[in-house]
């Protein structure tokens, strides 16, 4: 016991547990902002992932739009609800 209160009155090692004490605990880059900080990573990871496969697909559906005026024509006239000048357009909404 003896030998451990030798060491508490030391300046050098009361310092560094102070000091270890404020960067785990205190500091503004402690141990739980860092996990948290972590965590926040990862999920933004797995959204870019996300965005750049849905990426991938719009660009090869566009592809395939622009080389297929048939195609085009039908996604013109469901999404946009684009129609001829001799034609009547009737949108029924499910309610």
């Not at 697909?57 to 684009?82: G, T």
């Amino acid at each position: 016991m003896a030998k451990y209160l030798k060491y508490t009155k030391n300046f050098y090692f009361i310092f560094t547990v102070l000091f270890v004490t404020w960067m785990v605990f205190i500091d503004n880059n402690d141990i739980i902002s860092q996990i948290k900080l972590q965590a926040k990573l990862n999920s933004l990871e797995d959204q870019k992932e996300f965005y750049l496969e849905r990426k991938e697909k719009i660009k090869a559906e566009r592809e395939e739009l622009l080389s297929n005026y048939e195609l085009l024509e039908k996604f013109a006239r469901e999404r946009y609800l684009m129609k001829k000048k001799t034609e009547d357009l009737y949108v029924i909404v499910d309610e």
